[in-house]
């Protein structure tokens, strides 16, 4: 069974721009989560997807944002990038909520320079 | 707010030693995972506990839930170099599953 895929695995942005992540989940799981992980500030929830509905929302601004389709990939998309949201972005698929268990992706390095 | 506090925050020993890595909310959770993560990959699971009073064994490590639900260990035994990682606690929320991580232990096990 494939593991969750994500795409790009590196990104340099330049400040300003924006920027689409991609998070395939595995096979059959319906729950897709998104994370930013910085160093200073650990894992942090950004959005979690079920049946491509918005089921829960981290507190993060309205720059970030996401998607899911209805084959339960899903998408991320950070607009006028800030130096400040270089980081790990992480997706995880659970096979229906994220709270019975969470398999990741090995997350996509963005830096904006 | 629900807060996982995950102590301690850094931990270097040597090959052989044990350890045990906590993790405390004034929060009950309906479960708690423990996951590891090594240095540009996602975190792993490694174990789901649910019951309070659960005890876990893989291998060489033991994860235990408290009785109220409210905290979490885990203990290494014997630890080997292998046992590196970034090792976070996360919590399930139980109104909405949601899950509440702590912010990891950074284990080095030198040889």
């Known amino acids: 069974k494939a593991g969750v895929t994500q795409t790009p695995r590196y990104l340099i942005k330049t400040r300003g721009q924006q920027v689409t992540l991609s998070c395939s989940p595995i096979s059959g799981h319906r729950s897709v989560s998104w994370y930013q992980q910085t160093p200073g500030q650990g894992l942090q929830f950004l959005f979690e997807?079920?049946?491509?509905?918005?089921?829960n929302k981290g507190n993060f601004p309205g720059r970030f944002s996401g998607r899911q389709f209805s084959n339960s990939r899903s998408e991320m998309n950070v607009s006028t990038l800030e130096l400040g949201d270089s980081a790990l972005y992480l997706c995880a698929s659970s096979p229906f909520f994220v709270g019975t268990e969470a398999f990741f992706g090995q997350g996509t390095r963005l830096t904006v320079v | 707010t629900q807060l996982l506090e995950q102590s301690p925050q850094f931990l270097s020993i040597q090959e052989g030693e044990n350890l045990t890595v906590y993790c405390n909310s004034s929060?009950?959770?309906?479960?708690l995972q423990w996951y590891r993560q090594e240095p540009g990959e996602g975190p792993v699971l490694l174990v789901t506990v649910v019951t309070g009073g659960e005890v876990k064994k893989l291998k060489r490590l033991t994860f235990q839930f408290g009785d109220a639900r409210k905290d979490s260990s885990l203990h290494i035994t014997a630890a080997q170099p292998g046992d590196t990682g970034l090792y976070l606690c996360?919590?399930?929320?139980?109104?909405?599953?949601?899950?509440?991580w702590g912010a990891g232990t950074k284990l080095i096990i030198k040889p």
């Open positions: 996360a919590g399930a929320r139980r109104s909405n599953y949601q899950l509440i």
């Open positions: 929060s009950v959770f309906s479960s």
């Open positions: 997807y079920f049946s491509e509905t918005q089921r």
